[in-house]
């Protein structure tokens, strides 16, 4: 700002001050070549893309690979086409078998560079303060493999006969050239980073670092995780071993979900649960009556369904004999509306018939094999419930025989102070209500508590 320094020393300038008489006319030209810039990708490089779908390359081949001219026979173009150069293509096979052999990127490098791997040649440009290009200077390259290239060799999809492009959308697609190894051989190599999957006609590539893996509740330290709950928040309990001061490590259950932890040590869960199981003891006859009830329940869930298909037989076999009819009058008459309407009525009497053995196949009453399999899994329990609980046959039973013991989620506060809610049919003193004749003269099972649990067994272990 000219004139204001007076006798102060020479004029002051601010920021906004200051400025480039030219600066308009400066970004004015850097929009006019930003454009063009685009004008120019916009001509080639749909071009590229179309000439990478027909085959040939527009890029640098890959080590493993060289790109041969040759002539376009529809445009009289030269193109470029990808092929395998065998001086190079059997370091990149060599390498995939080492990794699928389980050998480390170092003891890769060491191998391959003791049979002779060098990395491709190439020019050294000497180029100017823009970047540009002027003269070759020399060659660099012919370097021997380095650990951290293993990697990035191995991941390369265009070695198991793949492009993955940005406008394919991460999709791959099916290159033209020669693979230099199978897509076996690729995946195991690969194996735990990536994996190329064949979902039908086409081909997909899985991060399997991004994969979410679903996590499992089977801990042999910890079996009933998933069946107890916390107390306060009804949330399934947590698991983990705590370590003490000298060093020792305990395993507890807890809950500590935006409230105060409650936790308990998971042996005395364990003594505590076998210590209530043990005083459920049954007496043979209760263990007869607890079999004659299981085959009422039995019986009446499955009586009404075999009521329901036989009279669809019944219905099934008059529909045949009314088709039987219509067919027969098709043929006796000559006025061609009678005809039509007759043949749609059939049509409907056919459609009906159809559906009726569909509804039959459906709902097949079990065998007697299941019924006596049902039978024997009851008894084990009554007789053995601790080992049931603690040594099942499958432990992915164990939910299942968690709901047949216990009536309604347990907690470790009902572990803890001993108030374990045993379902009806585990109550051996309650069983002196019910007698073996009153039970037999009821018809409808949601009319006893008592038969009703017979029936949520069966139904359980049926599943």
Known sequence: MEGIGEGFGRDYSYEWSVFSPSEGEEILRAQQAKSERRKILLRTIPKQIENIKNGYEARPASYGFRNDKIIDTKTGQRRAIRRINPDEAKYIYRMYELKGERRTNRKICEVLNQEGFLTRAKNAWLRDRNGKRICIQGKIGRNPLKVNQ????????????????????????????????????????????????????????????????????ENPDFPFKSLIHCPLCNCRVKAAFSRSKSGKRYPFYFCNRKHPQISINANELTAILKEELAQKKFMKEQ?????????????????????????????????????????????????????????????????????????????????????????SYCKKIVEHPAEVIFSPDNKADLPIYWKLIFNKPITLENIRCRTL????????????????????????????TFVKELERWVNLIQD
């Open 421 to 448: 809610i045993f379902s009806r049919l585990m109550r051996p003193k309650e069983w002196s209500a019910v007698s073996k004749a009153s039970m037999a003269c009821h018809n409808d099972l949601g009319s006893n």
């Open 287 to 375: 263990i007869v009556f607890l079999e004659s009830g299981i085959r009422l329940a039995w019986q009446q869930k499955f009586g009404s369904e075999e009521a329901l298909i036989k009279s669809r037989e019944r219905e099934i076999q008059t529909l045949e004999r009314e088709a039987s009819r219509l067919a027969a009058n098709i043929g006796r008459l000559s006025i061609p509306e009678l005809i039509i309407e007759t043949e749609k009525q059939y049509q409907i009497v056919k459609d009906k018939i159809a559906f009726l053995k569909a509804e039959n196949k459906k709902k097949v009453r079990p065998s007697d094999e299941l019924l006596e399999q049902l039978l």
């Open 150 to 217: 293993v990697s990035r060799y191995l991941s390369h999809v265009s070695y198991a006969g793949f492009k993955s492009e940005k406008w394919t959308w991460g999709k791959l697609i099916k290159a033209k050239h020669e693979p230099i190894v199978s897509i076996k051989m690729w995946n195991e190599a690969n194996k735990g980073k990536w994996f190329i999957l064949k979902d039908g006609k086409e081909y997909r590539l899985i991060d399997l670092t991004k994969v979410k893996r679903k996590k499992s509740n």
